[in-house]
């Protein structure tokens, strides 16, 4: 076995140990109560908390870690000073917590407590007057009619004192007496809690708690120990290096050796806290639950009534985090002092310690809609509404449960920690041991056999020769660390199972990782500005059902900082934790996660499990290091003596500083990453630092939501500019999504900062509801109820939004069983799709007497000048279009409001025989409604009916709409009108769509038409006041104009030159190429790429227009469909005399569609007909096949000029060509289109 003697006297970084503290019961300073401990002074003061104090720590300083004396004695005992007596339990207990520095490094305190004689007899009668106090507190009150409480104020005390001079002594005795669990110094003995604390730079559980279990039974042994207790913490604070990574390291405690190990530099970092207990406590359901929420930011508070427990689980679920990183706050153990920070308005992690018998209805939590309670002692785990799952979660609980089942633990939870059987007791003699060192002299043992030697001769020092030692037997030890190695195991391999999932999600991330700036300089300057991360392209590579989860988590601090330490290794050097990440990817390439098919991929399990367990089993199983042995130190002596029970009063000057110049080069850093907040300031409870700490909290507030609205705009407009065909698009529906829900979280978050009583989950909708009552008593008639609305939109004006409490009322009526935060976030997506967010909160906000009623001092909705800008942000997110609220909430019912506009630079009388409407939009259409006669309008609540397996159903909103079907009845020789456009009006959102027609509607005009199916745009507002101005999204492909549809020859023909006609043609079905391209979801409407206009069907036309001759052949307007009719009759003239020349096939298809359409029941006229032709050619992929041969028939050279596009063969050709492209992709129609055909 390779082992040597080191050391690790040196810098800080390099030992073992930062620092030894000990706190408890200062006997200068006296008794003093811990006020923020919440408890009552009812309660007996041996069951109160008291101020514990550092009494010493050694050494004063380091270079590297400074000791921060008031959060280590938080930390140490976060409930304060306890005190018991002789009757009382005094177990001693051990508890870990962590300490975050500024500059992202992070250090360890393992803590033994333990309860030690008090010797002070001026705590004892302190005491004794506390309790004398409390009893005539309890007899006076219990004997008095007085039901009122007593307060814990100065005033109080003193008359309590009063009280006490006033009783005589049998009364006072009689009182004692009978009080149960009452203190008298000369029957009872005090004892007061103390802690013993290492602080280190790694998270080394098992190897300080053993120390510290050692140290402990020193104390308390009848016999004093063989070196003074000083030798053993100068060794480890000075001579105890921290093992070389890959390497383990063997040193001493007080009673026997103790092994720690470094994981190497292509495994995962040191995890010592079991994970197996983790799981065990929750179950692997909760704790993938749990792990979702850390890693999606949300504020996860852990609650039980042991300290440890909350580490276990806090360190054991940032473990599982590998490679990425919390970036938040971070506090396992929140004492008493810092209860104030539940309230902070950012993602954290904090956990705190359950009262007995309390429950977590009784937490006062200022908000909970974007908080995980995880009641650890009841196995529970609460996470946020809509919580996305993790990809593969199922295949994932299967592989745990594999791992968890082979190391013989239960993995649906509720039990503790589950250990192996025990295996029997090894009471091996020192003859047996001896018998085993002459066989390995005489080389007899092999080199398992060895292995197994040396780990009983450890132990049987560790134990005595003789196999008892401190009630331990050798079998006992043996147990012990079987246990530990077993636990290890298990460590290593739960996490190298989320480790592999990451792997392959994340396996081609840096094909993703955009570089764009030239040097660090630049980077830092423009970060706010840069995206690091193609998010859209990765997530298009991924499977459907992790969208939603990918999408939210790449909006993630941690995963921003993974990216910037990416960005940053092409200048400085690698993080650790992402140099492993990607040495691993390169070093065995097991995902190809772009080559598979996402629909298809399959779950891998992880492969190195077996492999990562050796690892680690070797290291512990063979030493690579010895460190020195503890010795005598130059001491006084008489110091120091062993008193049985009592830690002794160490030598400060020989714990200052170490002695051994020996040094070991190790190098090591454990960085955390960048943080927001200054994380020793959260430490500090002194008025001054809680100040500046939620001043830092508004400060960052302000700051996310400037960066949140910069995004969202940024993003949306680029997203526009694609739709005018300048620039690529960077965002999906999906992402945008998750801009908008970071949106909801964040203004539950400044709603929920500094609020004073918790009045529900959501802060923000507990507020709404405040306003609303007040807004209720006052508000003046809205002018959206008003009769003359329609007004607006027969001018092409959006009527005035609805009110505030219109609003609220509309999501309260909501059929959706929507919980307060669904309300909140559905009123949320409403606003900002009525583009009125902004200012309902600032009429939220200008109620400043209920927001001082509501809020202390400190929150960010009473700091003026940040609540302004915080409303110009939002105010921002004016100039863009959301659809968020429509699209979102997809099963409500929706009145649409309908207005029928007639042309009015034609002085005819609108005349309609039972005008009818049908809208259409993403989500379905209303159904035929008939508009009620002498009226131009219509109002109906949509509840459309969908035929599904012959049943119907009420069904959702109609999202945004796409088409409208006008249309009347043939009666009467006046029932024609001239339509300028349809209006449809959104009552809920506001949305106003237009409908351009621009035709008759008649028989005996135009071309006969009674039907029309007319394509909507989007009409921004204008005018606004609010805004002052508007640049809105960008109006979608309406119906074609009038001019491109009828009148004379001589307009159509000089309109286009025949390049300009065919690079309209080549651009419409681009425009259906890059459509189909797009994700799924973030198609936008297909029709109007067909039937808009630019769409296919009127580029198609203008095609045939081209060159066309004089009307004169048929006495009136021209139309396609009139030419298509004429070579279907003359395709099937010459079919029936057998002169037909050509494919029959195709011939006979275009003459089937042709006669279909003309026998369709509806009246849809030439135009319609030919654009029915035209999509159903395209659906059918048969369009490019029968413009040969309208081309070719004998028709063409008669209606057409010689150099129409139509006689050039080449032209004609290369369009076919063109059409071809898109027999790729599945072209389906809506219904409004090809309704009443049957083909």
Known sequence: MMSWVTSGTGSASCRFAHYFVVCGLDTETGLEPEELAGESFEQSPLRRSFKSKVLAHYPESTDRSPFNRDAV??????????????????????????????????????????????????????????????????????????????????????????????????????????????????????????????????????????????????????????????SYIHNILYEVPVPPPGRSLRFHGVQGPIVCQQPGPEELPLGDYPLGEAFSLLGVENMVRLLTSVLLETQVLLYSQDYQRLMTVAEGITNLLFPFQWQHVYLPILPVPLHHLLDAPVPFLMG??????????????????????????????????????????????????????????????????????????????????????????????????????????????????????????????FQEEEEELHAAKMNVQLREVFAGRFAVIFG??????????????????????????????????????????????????????FLDSKVLSRWADQEPLQRVFDGRLESEHPYDTLEDDPGNRRYRKCSVLHKSAQAMERRLLKVDHTAIHPHLLDMRIGQGRHQQGCFPRLQADVLAQGHNTNKINII??????????????????????????????????????????????????????????QGEASITGLQENTMIHNLCDLLERTWGHGLLLKQGRSALWSHLLHCQANGEKMEPPSPAESPGQSRYLLEGLAPPKGSFVQDMRFVQTMSEG??????????????????????????????????????????FLLCEEEREQFLFHLLSLNTVDYLCFTRTFTSISIPYRVVITPMKKLSIAMTMSNPWVCVSGELGDSGVRQIPKNTQEIVFQVRFLTLVSLS???????????????????????????????????????????????????????????????????????????????????????????????????????????????????????NLVKHFHKAEQERGNLTALLCGEEGLVRSLEQFLLHGFK?????????????????????????????????????????????NAINASPRNIGKEGKFQLLVCLGVRDQLLPQWLPLLAESHL?????????????????????????TLHEFPITLETALIKGVDL
Not at 443 to 460: S, T, Y
Not at 530 to 552: E, I, R
Not at 716 to 725: A, F, I, T
Not at 1196 to 1210: I, K, M
């Open 73 to 230: 004695n938080m930390l140490c005992m976060p409930h304060g000073l306890s005190f018991r007596s002789q009757a009382d339990g005094r177990e001693h207990h051990f508890h870990s917590f962590t300490v975050a520095q500024d500059d992202g490094t992070r250090s360890y305190g393992f803590v033994h407590t333990y309860y030690e004689a008090v010797t002070s007899a001026q705590i004892t009668t302190a005491m004794e007057i506390l309790h004398q106090m409390h009893h005539v507190e309890h007899y006076s009150t219990s004997s008095s009619s007085s039901s009122s409480a007593s307060s814990p104020s100065t005033s109080s005390m003193d008359s309590l004192v009063s009280s006490l001079d006033e009783l005589d002594a049998d009364s006072l005795s009689a009182c004692l007496g009978c009080a149960a669990g009452s203190f008298q110094p000369a029957r009872d003995t005090l004892y007061a809690s103390k802690a013993l604390c290492l602080l280190t730079p790694l998270p080394f559980l098992h190897a300080a708690h053993h120390f510290l279990s050692q140290l402990h039974q020193a104390v308390t042994s009848h016999a004093a120990p063989p070196l003074p207790l000083e």
């Open 352 to 477: 705190i310690q359950r009262k007995d018998c309390s429950q977590c209805s009784t937490l006062d939590l200022s908000h909970e809609a974007n908080l995980c309670f995880v009641d650890i002692d009841n196995h529970r785990v609460d996470p946020p509404e809509d919580l996305p799952l993790f990809p593969d979660q199922p295949e994932l609980i299967l592989e745990l449960n594999e791992v968890l089942l082979r190391f013989g633990l239960q993995p649906h939870g509720g039990a503790t920690t589950s250990n192996p059987a025990p295996a029997a007791p090894l009471c091996l003699s020192s003859l047996v041991l001896e018998d085993l060192m002459e066989d390995r002299r005489n080389g007899n043992l092999g080199g398992e056999e060895l292995a197994v030697l040396e780990r009983l001769q450890a132990l049987a020092r560790r134990c005595g020769e003789g196999g008892v030692e401190g009630g331990k037997t050798l079998g006992r030890a």
């Open 508 to 561: 081609r991330y840096e094909e993703f990782v955009i570089h764009s700036a030239p040097d660090l300089e630049s980077w830092l300057g423009n970060r706010d500005g840069t995206s690091n991360f193609d998010k859209g392209s990765f997530l298009s590579v991924q499977p459907a059902p992790h969208l939603h989860f990918l999408s939210w988590f790449l909006e993630t601090a941690m995963f921003s900082s």
């Open 668 to 725: 090591f850093k454990y960085s955390l990453g960048r943080r927001s907040l200054h994380q020793s300031k959260l430490l500090d409870p002194s008025p001054s630092a809680v100040t500046q700490i939620q001043r830092g909290f508004v400060e960052g507030l302000l700051s996310e939501c400037r960066l949140k609205t910069r995004r969202m705009l940024m993003e949306r407009m680029g997203k526009e500019s694609v739709e005018l065909g």
């Open 818 to 859: 929507l919980s307060e935060v669904g309300r909140a976030r559905a009123w949320i997506h409403l606003s900002l799709e009525k583009k009125v967010l902004s200012q309902h909160l600032k009429l939220l906000l200008a109620n400043q007497n209920l927001i001082r009623q509501l809020y202390k001092p400190h929150a």
């Open 952 to 1070: 119907r159903c009420q069904c959702q909103n109609l999202g945004r709409l796409s088409t409208l079907q006008l249309g009347q009845e043939n009666s009467g020789l006046l029932a024609k009108c001239l339509v300028d456009c349809v209006i449809v009006h959104n009552e809920i959102t506001g949305h106003t769509y237009r409908f351009p027609c621009g035709r008759w509607l008649g028989k005996g005009v135009g071309d006969d038409s009674l039907e029309r199916v007319l394509i909507g745009q989007l009409v921004s507002p204008r005018g606004e006041e609010e805004s002052g101005r508007w640049t809105g999204t960008p109006p979608e492909q309406g119906s074609p104009p009038q001019s491109g549809h009828m009148g004379s020859l001589g307009r159509c023909n000089n309109r286009l030159s025949s390049v300009q006609v065919q690079e309209e043609m080549r651009e419409a079905v681009n």
């Open 1110 to 1154: 004089s009307s004169r052949l048929f006495q009136r307007s021209v139309f396609i469909w009139d030419f298509v009719e004429k070579v279907v009759v003359s395709m099937e003239t010459a079919d029936q005399m057998g002169d037909l020349r050509g494919s029959t096939e195709l011939c006979d298809s275009l003459c089937h569609y042709a």
């Open 1196 to 1220: 063409t050279a008669r209606l057409y000029e010689e150099s129409a596009l139509v006689q050039d063969h080449a032209a004609v050709n290369s369009l076919s060509r063109i059409l071809h």
